[in-house]
C-alpha cells in the first residue's frame, strides 16, 4: 500500500468540530483509544508496475473512448495508474499555506465512476477531500467467492496524517442530473458522515448484477460502514438500501457482510419531507448489523466475538424522519443492533413500517462504556422508537427480541392500521420487560397518543400498559377482559422500570393524577356501525394516574367490573373524571376508585368518580348501572365533584346499589353531592352508605335527585344510609309513588330534603317527629296526606341535623345567609278527593300553608283535617280549601293573606258525606296576624257551618267573615253555628265577626267576645228564623264583653218572631 506518513495531529479535526455540530470534547473521545479504532483491511501484494495514483481535485477524468465512464482498479485507471488512489487535502486538514486545499473531486453528470475490484482489492485514501457525486454515478463492484470465501473490495479510507476525511457525497446538479451511488462489498472509514447524499435519485444500478436497477438513489450491499465521527450514512429526500448477509444458521444478520459501527452520532440518517420522491420505499435495511464488526479478511475474530468485534453507535442506530403526510415505508429485517448510544431504531412520521425479525441489544442503556457494561447511570432509551407513527403492529412490525436495552420495548405514539387482508382487525398488546439474561421479545410503551380507529384492542391478563399520552380508540373497541391489566403512566416503574429515561426524567413518589390521557373511546350518534364497534370491557383491571380513566362518547357499551377470585378493578387517581360516559349506557361494578398504595394524598378522582350524560342520546340498552350486590359493589375514596353523577337519565334505566362513597366533594373543594342524578325516571337506588361527603366550600347533600320522576322510595330508593356529611340527606324534587317521609339524622338512613316542586304520586306520611325541609317548592299530593306531629318549614331554619345555611340551596351572601321567611317554599297542595289530615303538626314559612281544590268525586267526606296543627309564616293564606274541612285546635299565625279561607262555591250540598262537616273550626282555633281576614268562608249556601271557640287576633280586615251562611241551596237548607269566639285587635273600619248575607236562628249565635277591633260587633244582614234579642255594640277595651249588633242592609225576621 502506497500511504503517506503521519504527520499531522488529531487536532486538525478537533478545530472544525464546529463546523460538524459535534463538541470539540466529543470529537476528542472520538479520536481517542477509548473512540473510533481504525480498522485496517488485510495486506494485499500489487504488481511492481503499478503505480498510486494521485486524484486531482474537480471533475475526474474518464476512461479512453467513453466519456461516460471513469474505471478505478487495483492495476489500471484513466490516470495510468492503479491503486491507492490518493484524494486531496480538504480546506479543513490543511496545515500548508502554500498548498491550494481541494473539497472534494467530483463525478459530474453522466459520468459513472466504476470501482471494479474485480482485478484485486481497491484503495482510496483522501487527506480530507470528499468524492462528490454531482449529478454522475459511484459504483462499487466488489464480491465474495462463496466457495473460497474470497473477498474482493474496495476500501476508502482516511490518510494517516489526517484525522479524517469528507466521505462521499451524492447530490444532483439539476433536476435531470440526479446523483446516485451503489456500492458492494465496500468499507468507508474514518469519514465525517461516510455517505451523504441529497440528489432525490430513485433508481440506481444493482452493483452485485449491473444490468439490473434498484428502486433507491443509494444502495450499500454487503459493505461496511465506520468508524464515522458523525454518520454513517445521512440521507435527504432519497431513497436508501442497505443490505447485508444473512447468517443461515441463525437467520439473522451475519455480523461481517453489511455492517454499521463505529459512528459517532446517527448510524442511518434519513430525512423525508414534502418536496421527496414517490418512492416504494424510503429504506430498506436487510440483515444488517450495528455496533458490531469485523474487517472482510479477519480470521482471528469471529463476526459477533466479543470483545475484539465490538463496536459502538454514538446516538441512533437509525433515525429515520418524515414531515409529509403520506411518506413511503421503512424496511428493516433480520437486522441486529448492539450498543446504540440512544435509540436502536428512532422513526418520527413514519407510515406503515416493517420492522420485523430484528434482535436489539445493549442499545439506550445509559452505559458510558457500552463496550464494556450495558449498565449504567446515564438516560435510558427503547430498542425502537416509533413516533407519530402509522403502524401495523400486528403483521408489519413483529418479531423483535431484545435485551439488555435500556427498555426492551417499542415506544409508539401514533395510528395503528392493519394490512388490507387482516381480519379480524385486532392489535394484542405486548408487556415490556426488561430481562437482562436472554432476549424476548419487545413489548410496548406509548410515548403520546395512541390511536385505534377501528378493530379491537386486546389487553392480556397481567398486562401493563403505560403511556403518557392518551388511548384513543375511535369506532374500536377495548378488550380488556382477562384480569390482572394495569393502565398506567409511563413514570409508574411496574414491571419495567421506565422512569428515569429519556421519555420521562422526573420520577416523583407519589406520582399525581394528570400523567397521561386515559382510554377514550369515540363512537358514532348517526353511524350504527361505528356505534356498535365502539365497546369497553374492563375485568379486574387497574386505571392509575390518568387525566380521565376511561371516556367513551356515543358508544355501544363500556363494562367495568371484576372476576370472582381476581383483584377488583381499580381506578385512580385521575385528574378528572373516573369514568366519563357520553350518549353510552354504562355497568361498573366492582371497582375501587382510590390511590395504588394506601390513602390519597387528595381526591382520587379530580373531577367526578363516575359521570354519564345522556343528555340527547334517545333509548340507551342498558343505561347506567353502579354497583350491585356483594363483590359487585363499588368503593369511591374521594372525588372533587360527585362520586357518581348523571345528567339526561330521562327514559333510561338507572340502577345505583351497595356503594361505598367516601369524601365526595369534601373540604378543600368547591363542593359537591356524593350522588347526584339529573332527570332519573327508571331508578333504582339502593344501599348506598355516604360519608364525609358534601362539605366543600358549599355545602352538598350525600344524594341529590335533580328532577327525579316515578321515584319509588318503597323500595326501589331505600336503603340509602350516611355519616359525617354536610347534609346527610337525600335531596330532591320531582315526582315520587307513594312516600313514607324520612327525617334527616346525622347519621344512619338518609333522611329527605325537598328542593323544588314536588308531586307525590300517592299517598304522602309523615309520623311522629318527622321534619320536612323544603326550599323554593311546592308539595302537590294526588294521594293521602297523613301528617303527626309532623314539621313541614323552609329549608332555611337551620337545625342541628339540617344546617342549610352555606349550602347549594341556602348560599351565604357575604358571607351571611338569608333568614327563614314566608314563601320559602310553596306549600302543601292536596288531592280533593282524599281523607287528608294533620295532626299536630306544623307547617311555616310557604306561600300558602295547605290548599286543597274542589272534590271530584261523590260523596264527599272530610278532605281536610286539621288536628291542633299549626300554620305559620306564609305570604298568602294559612290554608286554602275548596273541599269540606274541619279544624281543631291549632293556631294560624303572621299568614299574608286570610288564616283560613274556605270557599264551597260550587260545592252541592247533596253531595257531601253523611256525618261529613263541611266546614268545622272549633277546639280553640287561633287565628293571629293574617294579612286579611282571620277567618273566611264563602259559598256556604246548604251547608252545616260550626265555628266555635276561635280566637282570633290582629286580622288584617274581619275577624270572622262568612257569606251566606245558613241560607238555602235547592232544597237544602244550611246552618249555621257561631259560639263562643273572641276577636281583637281587627283593623280598622272592619267589624269583629261579619255574616254577610245570614239566615237561620240566632240562637246558635251567642257567646262571641271581642275588643279593640275597629268595630266591636257582630255586622250581619239577610234573615232570623228565631226571636232576636238585640246586642248594641260599643266600643270597649274588654275581650270578655259580648260583641254587639250593626245591620250593614236589610234585616228580615221571620214571621211570628221579635
Not at 957 to 973: E, P, Q, R
Not at 981 to 991: K, M
Amino acid at each position: 500500500m502506497h500511504r503517506l506518513k503521519p504527520v499531522s495531529p488529531a487536532s486538525l479535526l478537533l478545530r472544525d468540530a464546529w463546523k460538524y455540530g459535534l463538541g470539540v470534547g466529543i470529537a476528542a473521545v472520538l479520536l481517542t483509544s477509548g473512540g473510533v479504532d481504525r480498522v485496517q483491511s488485510p495486506a494485499h501484494v500489487l504488481a511492481d508496475s503499478v503505480l498510486p495514483t494521485t486524484v486531482l481535485c474537480g471533475d475526474i477524468p474518464t476512461d479512453p473512448g467513453n466519456p461516460h465512464t471513469a474505471t478505478w482498479t487495483a492495476t489500471s485507471s484513466p490516470y495510468g495508474t492503479g491503486s491507492p488512489y490518493n484524494l486531496p487535502v480538504s480546506s479543513t486538514n490543511n496545515v500548508d499555506p502554500n498548498v491550494v486545499p481541494c473539497d472534494a473531486i467530483i463525478v459530474p453528470p453522466d459520468v459513472t465512476l466504476k470501482i471494479d475490484a474485480s482485478q484485486g482489492p481497491v484503495q482510496i485514501f483522501s487527506h480530507g477531500a470528499a468524492i462528490k457525486v454531482d449529478g454522475g454515478h459511484l459504483v462499487v463492484t466488489g464480491s465474495r467467492d462463496v466457495v473460497t470465501g474470497e473477498v474482493k473490495s474496495a476500501l476508502f479510507d482516511a490518510e494517516p496524517d489526517v484525522a479524517s476525511w469528507d466521505g462521499i457525497v451524492v447530490t444532483a446538479r439539476d433536476s435531470t442530473h440526479r446523483g446516485t451511488a451503489s456500492l458492494a462489498f465496500a468499507s468507508i472509514q474514518h469519514a465525517l458522515n461516510s455517505i451523504t447524499i441529497t440528489s432525490g435519485a430513485t433508481t440506481t444500478v444493482d452493483p452485485t448484477d449491473l444490468g439490473s436497477q434498484l428502486p433507491y438513489g443509494l444502495a450499500v450491499i454487503s459493505s461496511g460502514i465506520g468508524p464515522s465521527y458523525f454518520d454513517g450514512i445521512d440521507a435527504t429526500n432519497t431513497p436508501v438500501l442497505v443490505k447485508g448477509e444473512l447468517d443461515p444458521a441463525t437467520d439473522r444478520a451475519d455480523g461481517k457482510f453489511g455492517t454499521v459501527n463505529n459512528i459517532g452520532s446517527q448510524g442511518i440518517k434519513l430525512s423525508f419531507d414534502g418536496s421527496a420522491p414517490a418512492v416504494a420505499a424510503a429504506l430498506d435495511v436487510e440483515n444488517v448489523t450495528f455496533g458490531s464488526s469485523v474487517p472482510f479478511g479477519e480470521t482471528s475474530c469471529l463476526p459477533l466475538q466479543v470483545p475484539c468485534s465490538a463496536g459502538s453507535i454514538g446516538n441512533d442506530a437509525i433515525l429515520a424522519t418524515f414531515t409529509s403526510s403520506n411518506p413511503p415505508p421503512v424496511i428493516i429485517n433480520k437486522s441486529r443492533f448492539y450498543r446504540a448510544g440512544s435509540f436502536g431504531v428512532e422513526l418520527s412520521g413514519a407510515n406503515r413500517p416493517v420492522i420485523k425479525d430484528n434482535n436489539f441489544d445493549c442499545n439506550g442503556s445509559g452505559s458510558p462504556k457500552p463496550k464494556d457494561t450495558c449498565v449504567g447511570p446515564g438516560l435510558k432509551y427503547s430498542a425502537i422508537y416509533l413516533n407519530n407513527a402509522t403502524a401495523d403492529l400486528e403483521t408489519s412490525v413483529t418479531n423483535n427480541v431484545g435485551h439488555e436495552d435500556g427498555l426492551d420495548a417499542i415506544a409508539f405514539s401514533g395510528t395503528i392500521v392493519y394490512g388490507p387482508t387482516v381480519t379480524p382487525q385486532v392489535l394484542t398488546w405486548k408487556n415490556a420487560t426488561n430481562d437482562p439474561s436472554a432476549d424476548h421479545l419487545l413489548g410496548y410503551l406509548l410515548t403520546s397518543d395512541l390511536n385505534l380507529n377501528s378493530g379491537t384492542l386486546v389487553v392480556p391478563a397481567d398486562s401493563v400498559v403505560k403511556s403518557k399520552g392518551a388511548i384513543n380508540l375511535t369506532g374500536a373497541a377495548l378488550k380488556a377482559s382477562a384480569p390482572g391489566s394495569v393502565f398506567t403512566s409511563l413514570r409508574d416503574n411496574l414491571n419495567i422500570k421506565s422512569c428515569p429515561s429519556v421519555f420521562v426524567q422526573s420520577c416523583p413518589s407519589p406520582l399525581p393524577a394528570g400523567e397521561w390521557g386515559g382510554i377514550n373511546l369515540v363512537g358514532s350518534s348517526t353511524d350504527a356501525t361505528m356505534r356498535d364497534a365502539t365497546i369497553g370491557t374492563i375485568n379486574s383491571a387497574a386505571i392509575r394516574y390518568a387525566t380521565t380513566g376511561v371516556h367513551i362518547v356515543n358508544g355501544k357499551s363500556l363494562t367495568i367490573t371484576s372476576s370472582p377470585g381476581s383483584p377488583r378493578s381499580f381506578i385512580g387517581p385521575t385528574f378528572a373524571d373516573g369514568v366519563l360516559a357520553e350518549g353510552t349506557p354504562i355497568a361498573v361494578t366492582g371497582t375501587t376508585f382510590s390511590c395504588p398504595t394506601g390513602p390519597c394524598s387528595g381526591p382520587s378522582s379530580g373531577n367526578h368518580g363516575i359521570l354519564a350524560d345522556f343528555r340527547g342520546a334517545g333509548p340507551l340498552t342498558g343505561g347506567l348501572k353502579v354497583g350491585g350486590a356483594g363483590a359487585a359493589n363499588n368503593t369511591f375514596e374521594g372525588s372533587v365533584n360527585e362520586a357518581i353523577g348523571g345528567v339526561g337519565l330521562a327514559g333510561q334505566a338507572v340502577d345505583i346499589e351497595n356503594n361505598e362513597i367516601h369524601n365526595a366533594g369534601a373540604a378543600g373543594s368547591a363542593g359537591s353531592a356524593g350522588i347526584y342524578l339529573e332527570g332519573a325516571d327508571k331508578l333504582t337506588l339502593k344501599g348506598n352508605n355516604v360519608t364525609g361527603s358534601g362539605s366543600g366550600n358549599v355545602h352538598y347533600p350525600a344524594i341529590w335527585l335533580n328532577a327525579v320522576s316515578n321515584a319509588d322510595f318503597s323500595g326501589p330508593i331505600s336503603g340509602n344510609t350516611g355519616s359525617g356529611n354536610a347534609l346527610n340527606a337525600i335531596a330532591f324534587h320531582g315526582d315520587t309513588k307513594k312516600l313514607d317521609w324520612q327525617t334527616v339524622h346525622a347519621t344512619g338512613q338518609l333522611g329527605f330534603i325537598v328542593d323544588g316542586n314536588l308531586l307525590v304520586a300517592g299517598d304522602l306520611t309523615l309520623a311522629s317527629g318527622d321534619y320536612a325541609p323544603v326550599q323554593a317548592g311546592t308539595i302537590t299530593v294526588k294521594g293521602a296526606l297523613t301528617s303527626t306531629d309532623a314539621d313541614l318549614t323552609s329549608l332555611k331554619e337551620q337545625t342541628s341535623s339540617v344546617v342549610s345555611c352555606g349550602s347549594v340551596f341556602v348560599p351565604r351572601v357575604s358571607g351571611v345567609c338569608a333568614p327563614e321567611s314566608p314563601g320559602d317554599w310553596g306549600g302543601l297542595v292536596l288531592d280533593p278527593d282524599q281523607a287528608n289530615r294533620l295532626t299536630t303538626s306544623d307547617v311555616r314559612y310557604a306561600a300558602t300553608g295547605v290548599s286543597i281544590g274542589s272534590p271530584t268525586l261523590t260523596p264527599v267526606g272530610q278532605n281536610l283535617t286539621l288536628d291542633h296543627t299549626n300554620i305559620k309564616y306564609t305570604t298568602a293564606d294559612g290554608v286554602s280549601t275548596h273541599s269540606p274541612v274541619s279544624i281543631t285546635g291549632g293556631t294560624f299565625a303572621n299568614n299574608g293573606g286570610r288564616g283560613i279561607k274556605i270557599d264551597l262555591v260550587g260545592l252541592d250540598p247533596t253531595i257531601v258525606a253523611p256525618g261529613a262537616l263541611p266546614v268545622t273550626v272549633t277546639g280553640g282555633t287561633t287565628v293571629t296576624g293574617s294579612g286579611q281576614d282571620g277567618i273566611l268562608a264563602v259559598g256556604l249556601a246548604g251547608q252545616q257551618v260550626t265555628v266555635q271557640d276561635a280566637g282570633v287576633d290582629h286580622a288584617g280586615a274581619y275577624g270572622i267573615n262568612l257569606k251566606d251562611a245558613g241560607t238555602t241551596a235547592g232544597s237544602i237548607a244550611g246552618h249555621l253555628t257561631l259560639k263562643k269566639n273572641t276577636v281583637t285587635n281587627a283593623a280598622a273600619t272592619f267589624a269583629a265577626v261579619y255574616l254577610n248575607g245570614f239566615t237561620g236562628p240566632f240562637a246558635d249565635i251567642r257567646d262571641n267576645a271581642g275588643a279593640s277591633n275597629g268595630l266591636d260587633a257582630i255586622a250581619f244582614h239577610g234573615t232570623v228564623t228565631d226571636d232576636l234579642t238585640w246586642i248594641t255594640a260599643r266600643k270597649t277595651g274588654d275581650p270578655m264583653r259580648p260583641l254587639g249588633y250593626l245591620l250593614d242592609n236589610t234585616l228580615t225576621m221571620q214571621s211570628g218572631h221579635t
